[in-house]
């Protein structure tokens, strides 16, 4: 699912958003979606989440090409 998408559905309850990249300088490329949906371990999360998100793809920059 995209972000986007995500987090208006879930709406306050997004409590921190991650972004997997890979090891390196490289750029996500295509959209970013949603990977894992996992709740907050707090005890006063009251039902929050974190969205951990990746792109479609990365391409290399720098030095990684």
Known sequence: MPEVQARRRLGARVAALSVLAPVGAFAGTGHLRVLRVA??????????VELVCGYDSYEPMGSNR
């Open 39 to 48: 709740p907050v371990e707090a005890a006063a999360s009251n039902g929050a």
